[in-house]
T-cell receptor
Framework: KQEVTQIPAALSVPEGENLVLNCSFT??????LQWFRQDPGKGLTSLLL?????REQTSGRLNASLDKSSGRSTLYIAASQPGDSATYLC???????????FGTGTRLKVLA | ETGVTQTPRHLVMGMTNKKSLKCEQH?????MYWYKQSAKKPLELMFV???????ENNSVPSRFSPECPNSSHLFLHLHTLQPEDSALYLC????????????????FGPGTRLTVL
């Protein structure tokens, strides 16, 4: 049974810092992994999707990496801004299924 | 604007009430999903509809009843709920059906914040 863990649960950093959010999963047989952003009281927005054959994906200041063998993914945010404040969720789709298993998220606050 | 809308955005109901949540997607997608998000818990998949056919009922109590009249609309009918059912209910859709490609992502609506008194 796939389990997804995100550490830390909450993070507060000053503006301009580079930061790393972590996601770990127990079953390395995955189809893909996604990082989502959720603003308070709102739905999820997909940030990056990494297919199982890929090592990383980049979009603007965001870079997500995937290491299937160790069951880990990281989301790197460069030069953080107050507008980056949100909860970041990691979701894993295991091979042979269509379901995404979500972590509980990292709540990020970037201080001006 | 993600192309997935949900109404109402907020709902307060008593345990004896009957209400319905509505989701509509304007993206031409073939799969639609209901998720439950409770405080400090991961998103829980409740129901999946693939090309209007229900393909997943993730051990959800019968007081939650989904309906998918067409590929653009999804409802969640609620009756005799319990206070522990209070949560954010999220609807999502994806393009290629549940077996879609490796790059298919799910597009989420803004959610309905449900409070059961």
């Amino acid at each position: 049974k796939q389990e997804v863990t995100q550490i830390p649960a909450a993070l507060s950093v000053p503006e301009g810092e580079n930061l790393v959010l972590n996601c770990s999963f127990t079953d390395s047989a995955i189809y893909n992994l996604q990082w989502f952003r959720q603003d308070p009281g709102k739905g999820l927005t997909s940030l990056l999707l990494i297919q199982s054959s890929q090592r990383e994906q980049t979009s603007g200041r965001l870079n997500a990496s995937l290491d299937k063998s160790s069951g880990r993914s990281t989301l790197y945010i460069a030069a953080s801004q107050p507008g980056d404040s949100a909860t970041y969720l990691c979701a894993v789709r295991s091979s042979g299924t269509y379901k995404y298993i979500f972590g509980t998220g990292t709540r990020l606050k970037v201080l001006a | 604007e993600t192309g997935v809308t949900q109404t109402p955005r907020h709902l307060v109901m008593g345990m004896t009430n009957k209400k319905s949540l509505k989701c509509e997607q304007h993206l031409g997608h073939n799969a639609m999903y209901w998720y439950k998000q409770s405080a400090k818990k991961p998103l829980e998949l409740m129901f999946v509809y693939n090309f209007k056919e229900q393909t997943e009922n993730n051990s959800v109590p019968s007081r939650f009843s989904p309906e998918c009249p067409n590929s653009s609309h999804l409802f969640l009918h609620l009756h005799t709920l319990q206070p522990e059912d209070s949560a954010l209910y999220l609807c999502a859709s994806s393009k290629g059906g549940v077996r879609g490609s490796r790059t298919d992502t799910q597009y989420f609506g803004p959610g309905t914040r449900l409070t059961v008194l």
